[in-house]
């Protein structure tokens, strides 16, 4: 199950050469920059919409149109975010940490430039560093069980409570994700729970309608309560868009380490890009240089995002392709993809179809460059959203969110729930809870609940058995020094200052 | 009283409401019939105490605010403006409900924009423009019936 | 006036005969535009690429296209309810699979239908089966060295789906059969359980060898039996539950159906439709290529014995435990 840089040119160059296949690419590239984009619309569903257009197609042309819309949809997520504060993935809540106040100072083509070229790189990166590793990188995450699983959901939780403004308040909202988890039939017994009698909540609330009622329509209610600006729309300077030279020096650090964390928190399956780019985020904040002014428009916090999630891309590929596990919904999709055209994924995929195994890292490979080159060239088309005047675009972008949640599942009952979660979201931000920690809660819940119970089932009750393997127990000691930490800080400053007091008068 | 309404101290409040609901909507389901010991209730029964711990600090903070600078308010009052929006997106939802989601988005997004107070023909053009996107985008190229 | 009434009253009556015409005549030949079949699972799983391959083969045979709407929900029960109450047509179909009669007896289930009563059913297309999937070095590789190392180790752990799943009520039924005491750990699904066999979380994991296959390549774990009816083309090395002892016949399949009253005809034409397409080299190849299992039952008689067989099946199971509704 070896697989060397000559064999994937070799064998995989020919099938990707082919003019139907790069068109498709390309096609591919823009339906997931679109989708990425635009509130409502997630990478899951790019999939889904994608998917029956692969029917008849060949396994490289299949897989050229839906590799590149995965990495363009992971990268377009930032645009939303940055633009109009509004994630267009679960991936990018991150990037509107810093990518939505550098694009407020006017800034936004920096910004967008920022965001795509090191999703490109760290998309680039992970997938060198997977080609290479695959099979043992594969027999490493199939070793990660529900005590891993756990500890990563909950460090994801604690890091993203920690870089709320107020540790309560992000710990109140990622309390209350956790409980909107639990809505629908309980995963291990098969009970309901809050679904107050209605069959459309059985299987939870949909995550479209909950994101982009509490991140979307919350927001537009919000700014528009408070009045949207007479001078109509934000001034913005084109001019620079690629990264600076001092920047890009400066942040070699950075970007070491978020490509570091977003790949191998991807490799843990049923932790994808979110947790990578929250963990790498965190980590940015903790020890980074200019952690100070991390969440003011910093190109630190933009690339610890971009990087890491992008890196969690190439990651959550490989056990989908070595072992046919999904790492998340979207290679889930992309493993149907392989079945429907009679591929098993597994060392016999590789023993008997390197030629499919090498166009797919090709094709992701290739993915990576044409969202860069789109990107960039579409960044001033981009740009352009934020000159429309906020009294037109925040209508329309909230009957976006509108037709967002009733696309999901073409259902009615997603435009209610959208609503409820909108003015929830407006309400919360008007006490100051930040939605991030609650979407946050609200996508880890299922797997926080479920590894916790089945992980006190495997070990018959035992709360310290979490902490008998390595892996988890780094995780969940760092979250719990993490979240009282600050606490622990602020206790030794007023003992010092006591102390110093006393000795003073003492003197 | 007025003083202590601050946002940590109606966070706080609220944090404790849902925590009741929450505990109270759990008293009819199982905590623990499973053989390790646990059931349907156990984990929100956990988050729901960690929702009202968290609660009450929101509390304590808020009340310690309230006392140290009593003047500071962080909490913006809820006006009219409030209600009229919360009726719109809610007629906004129902109308798609009764007529399917092209008509009631253009009357939608003329009703925001003129109320926001956007001249009345650059009004029609965006919602007549913004429609025919939506039109084209959804109901041709993804398929999705909208009305 | 007067020769204005009379043009009004014969426009009327060119528009109501044209309009009858036009009812006619989709009647007449039914398949006359595009048929909707809801999958009640998200794009992309294994259900779904079965319907689509299936809805893919039946295409040419009706001449109009069969769109697929995914409309996950409950276990497919939401996708199916829609049917249910649809415009019997023969437009709007959906895919029904096991779980509908497991939902129907399974007391803690809030909502469900009736697979007997609530749809029309055109026919059944495949069916897999159940099997034990356990990690490569275990020391056990047949089912009853399983069952001897299990009553030396009561309490091992076996990995499954979710309760509401039918690969949870399959380990009931092994328990039962048995005697063994098993502890069943329930994971989100097939692959996330199968992956705990692999890592050796748990000491067996209940897989389809299609679902296993993968793994089964790459030496991490091995089959110590299927539950179906004979060995399976794909896979001939593993054996039957039946060869070893153990009577169990078991696992997912998947139906076509309509909603309830649909006419005689509409029903056959796509019955044929769907029998033309299962014994398609396409279709064939298709199940043989991904390990499913090879079954088809058409509307009539045949159809009707398997469900009802599928009904007494799935009461039993839930009885056996006092879970039945």
Request: glycine share 12%.
């Amino acid at each position: 199950m070896t697989i060397s840089f000559a064999d994937i040119l070799e064998l995989g160059l020919p099938l990707v050469l082919d003019g139907s296949v790069l068109l498709l690419a390309v096609i591919g590239t823009i339906t997931g920059l679109f989708v990425g984009a635009m509130p409502g619309l997630s990478s899951v569903m790019a999939m889904a919409i994608l998917i029956p257009l692969t029917y008849r197609m060949s396994p490289p042309q299949a897989f050229g149109l839906l590799l590149p819309a995965y990495a363009a949809g992971t990268f377009g997520g930032a645009i939303g975010a940055l633009l109009l504060n509004i994630p267009g993935t679960g991936a990018a809540i991150m990037t509107t940490y810093d990518g939505y106040p550098m694009a407020q100072r006017g800034e936004a083509g920096y910004a967008l430039g920022l965001s795509c070229v090191y999703s490109f790189v760290g998309g680039i990166v992970s997938a060198f560093f997977l080609a290479i590793f695959a099979p043992v990188v594969a027999y490493w995450a199939i070793r990660m069980g529900t005590r891993e699983y756990f500890a990563v959901a909950v460090f994801g939780l604690g890091v993203i409570s920690y870089l709320s403004p107020s540790l309560v308040k992000g710990l109140i909202g990622g309390a209350i994700g956790l409980l909107l988890a639990t809505v629908g039939m309980d995963s291990i017994t098969g009970v309901s729970r809050f679904t107050f009698g209605h069959a459309e909540l059985a299987g939870g609330l949909e995550f479209v309608p909950v994101m982009i009622g509490i991140f979307g329509l919350g927001e537009i209610m919000y700014t528009v309560e408070k009045g949207t600006r007479e001078g109509a729309h934000l001034p913005q300077k084109f001019g620079r868009m690629l990264p600076r030279m001092k920047d890009v020096i400066r942040c070699i650090p950075t970007t070491v380490r978020s490509i570091v964390v977003g790949t191998f928190i991807g490799v843990i399956p049923a932790s994808g890009p979110t947790i990578g780019a929250v963990a790498s985020y965190g980590l940015e904040k903790r020890i980074g240089k200019r952690r100070e002014e991390m969440g003011t428009g910093v190109p630190e916090g933009i690339i610890a995002a971009e990087a890491a999630n992008n890196a969690g891309t190439g990651a959550a590929i490989v056990p989908m392709i070595t072992l046919g596990i999904p790492g998340d919904a979207v290679t889930a999709v992309l493993l149907g993809a392989l079945m429907l055209h009679n591929l098993r994924p597994g060392p016999t995929l590789f023993t008997q179809r390197l030629d499919v195994v090498a166009s797919i890292f090709i094709l992701f490979f290739l993915g990576n460059v044409l969202f860069l080159i789109f990107g960039l060239l579409g960044a001033r088309i981009f740009v352009r959203v934020l000159r429309t005047p906020q009294r037109i675009l925040l209508p329309i972008v909230a009957a976006l969110c509108f037709i967002g949640a009733y696309a999901v599942r073409r259902s009615v009952f997603d435009v209610h729930i959208l609503v409820i979660f909108g003015i929830v979201g407006f309400l919360l931000r008007k006490i100051g809870v930040t939605p991030a920690p609650l979407i946050l809660g609200f996508i880890l819940g299922p797997i926080v609940e479920s590894t916790l119970r089945r992980g006190l089932i495997t070990t018959q009750g035992s709360f310290a058995a979490f902490f008998a393997r390595p892996i988890s127990a780094f995780l969940l000691v760092s979250t719990v020094l993490l979240l009282v930490s600050p606490g622990l800080i602020r206790l030794a400053r007023f003992l010092r200052t006591r102390y110093r007091a006393k000795v003073e008068r003492q003197v | 009283m007025r003083r202590f309404v601050n946002s940590y101290t109606v966070t706080g409040a609220a944090s404790l409401l849902l925590s009741g609901f929450v505990a109270n909507y759990l008293r009819n389901i199982p905590f623990a019939p499973l053989r390790a010991g646990l059931g349907p209730a156990f984990f929100p029964t956990v988050v729901s105490v960690i929702l009202g711990a968290m609660g009450i600090a929101a509390l304590i903070i808020g009340i310690v605010r309230a006392v140290r600078q009593p003047d500071a308010m962080d909490l913006a009052p809820l006006t009219n403006r409030t209600a009229v929006l919360v009726c719109i997106v809610v007629l906004y939802a129902a109308g798609i409900q009764l007529l399917g989601v092209l008509l009631p988005t253009a009357v939608f997004l003329l009703v925001a924009m003129l109320s926001l107070g956007v001249n009345r023909y650059r009004a029609v053009l965006a919602t007549a423009l913004a429609s025919g996107a939506i039109y084209i985008i959804f109901g041709i190229l993804f398929r999705i019936r909208l009305f | 006036m007067r020769k204005n009434v009379v043009f009004v009253l014969v426009l009327v009556l060119v528009m109501a005969t044209m309009g009858f015409a036009a009812g006619a005549a989709e009647e007449e030949v039914f398949p006359s535009r595009e048929i909707s079949l809801y999958i009640g699972f998200a794009a992309g799983g294994g259900t779904d690429v079965l319907g689509r391959r299936i809805a893919e083969n039946m295409e040419p045979e009706l001449g109009v296209p069969i769109v697929i709407d995914n409309r996950p929900g409950a276990g497919a029960l939401v996708a199916n309810q829609q049917v249910a109450n649809a415009r019997p047509d023969g437009y709007t179909l959906s895919l029904l699979l096991g779980n509908q009669f497991l939902q129907k007896h399974y007391k803690e289930a809030d909502a469900w239908i009736d697979p007997l009563e609530d749809v029309t059913l055109i026919g059944v297309f495949n069916r897999d089966a159940w099997g034990i999937a356990v990690p490569s070095d275990a020391p056990y590789d047949t089912f009853d060295e399983f069952v001897r190392y299990a009553r030396a180790n009561p309490g091992i752990q076996v990995g499954s789906g979710p309760p509401g799943t039918l690969y949870y009520w399959t380990w009931q039924a092994v328990i039962a059969e048995t005697g063994i005491d098993l502890t069943i750990v329930p994971y989100d699904g097939t692959a996330q359980s199968l992956a705990a066999a692999a890592g050796e979380e748990v000491a067996a994991a209940g897989a389809g060898p299609g679902e296993a296959a993968s793994l089964m390549d790459g030496g991490l774990v091995k089959m110590i039996g299927v539950a179906a009816d004979e060995r399976i083309d794909a896979f001939p090395d593993i054996p039957t539950f039946a060869e070893q002892g153990f009577d169990i016949v078991v696992g997912p399949w998947r139906a076509i159906v309509g909603p309830p009253g649909m006419p005689d005809d509409v029903v056959q034409t796509l019955a044929n439709a769907l029998e033309t397409a299962y014994y398609s080299d396409a279709f064939q190849d298709f199940i043989r290529e991904n390990g499913h299992g090879a079954f088809f039952r058409g509307p009539g008689e045949d159809g009707r014995a398997f469900f009802e067989a599928e009904d007494r099946f799935f009461y039993s199971l839930m009885a056996a435990q006092g879970q039945a509704r």
